[in-house]
């Protein structure tokens, strides 16, 4: 079976709770054979335009000489669910690529209500381990074109079946991502087929899911940086 090349579209630097500077983590998963990843550090109105223009300077050097597909992102973390679509929308005017919402996890105390506005925000591209979401929420989702994350990271991976049976429900597209902090969070294609089809996806979805939903994706995210 073809797994295609891995795609991490969840991952931290130092500039919020990650171990690594931006270009080791590039470096590292382009010596492990990655595609592209996105850097996608927490942040909120504190440190938002830092975050995101340093990611999106790191990204222009790394995309101009090295092979990997580097995304600057952001993940929103905790924030008023009232601000998300203002803090995703300013995001993207700084120059992200991709904007998270670090979602409704079991093992976080994250405002209920976060998962609704994440999935109404035009501006939101990846639900981040959104371990209540709801079924009508995640149609309003698949609707707008979103992708729900199924997680790697322990303790929020709880909730990974709840995710993919809704997400099957509905039509929501799904991706495995890492959560990635340190180096030992890289996972192979091996490892993320796995991952998906412990949440209980059936072999054509789970590959779907770690090798057709990601390069559907960077083509999105392609199409958007040449308007």
Same mark, same amino acid.
């Given at each position: 079976?073809? @797994?295609?090349?891995?795609?991490?579209?969840?991952?931290?630097?130092?500039?919020? +709770?990650?171990?690594? =500077?931006?270009?080791?983590?590039?470096?590292?998963?382009?010596?492990?054979?990655?595609?592209?990843?996105? =850097?996608?550090?927490?942040?909120?109105?504190?440190? @938002?335009?830092?975050? &995101?223009?340093? @990611?999106?300077? *790191?990204? #222009?050097?790394?995309?101009?000489?090295?092979?990997?597909?580097? @995304?600057?992102?952001?993940?929103?973390? /905790?924030?008023? %669910?009232?601000?998300?679509?203002?803090?995703?929308?300013?995001?993207?005017?700084?120059? *992200?690529?991709? &904007?998270? &919402? /670090?979602?409704?996890?079991?093992?976080?105390?994250?405002?209920?209500?976060?998962?609704?506005?994440?999935? #109404?925000? #035009? %501006? &939101?591209? !990846?639900?981040?381990?959104?371990?209540?979401?709801?079924?009508? +929420?995640?149609? !309003?989702?698949?609707?707008?074109?979103? %992708?729900?994350?199924?997680?790697?990271?322990?303790?929020?991976?709880? *909730?990974?079946?709840h995710v993919a049976r809704v997400c099957t429900e509905v039509g929501l597209k799904m991706l495995v991502n890492t959560d990635f902090h340190?180096?030992?969070?890289? !996972?192979? $294609?091996? #490892? *993320?087929? $796995? =991952?998906?089809?412990?949440a209980g996806m059936e072999p054509r979805l789970a590959l779907m899911t770690i090798k057709d939903n990601p390069r559907d994706l960077l083509?999105?995210?392609?199409?958007?940086?040449?308007?």
């Amino acid at each position: 079976m073809e @797994l295609g090349k891995r795609c991490d579209f969840h991952m931290h630097s130092i500039l919020s +709770d990650g171990e690594l =500077i931006t270009s080791e983590i590039a470096r590292r998963a382009e010596a492990l054979g990655h595609q592209a990843i996105a =850097i996608t550090d927490h942040a909120d109105k504190t440190n @938002l335009k830092s975050a &995101v223009c340093g @990611l999106v300077a *790191a990204a #222009r050097d790394i995309n101009s000489f090295w092979e990997i597909k580097m @995304l600057a992102g952001v993940e929103l973390t /905790h924030v008023p %669910y009232q601000t998300i679509n203002e803090l995703a929308r300013t995001a993207k005017e700084f120059g *992200a690529n991709i &904007v998270l &919402v /670090h979602g409704e996890t079991p093992a976080e105390p994250v405002l209920p209500g976060t998962n609704a506005a994440a999935v #109404r925000s #035009r %501006y &939101v591209d !990846i639900l981040a381990h959104p371990g209540q979401l709801s079924q009508a +929420d995640a149609m !309003i989702a698949a609707d707008s074109g979103k %992708y729900a994350e199924i997680t790697a990271r322990a303790g929020h991976n709880r *909730a990974n079946p709840h995710v993919a049976r809704v997400c099957t429900e509905v039509g929501l597209k799904m991706l495995v991502n890492t959560d990635f902090h340190q180096p030992e969070d890289f !996972i192979t $294609q091996e #490892r *993320a087929l $796995q =991952i998906a089809t412990d949440a209980g996806m059936e072999p054509r979805l789970a590959l779907m899911t770690i090798k057709d939903n990601p390069r559907d994706l960077l083509a999105q995210v392609e199409i958007h940086s040449r308007r």
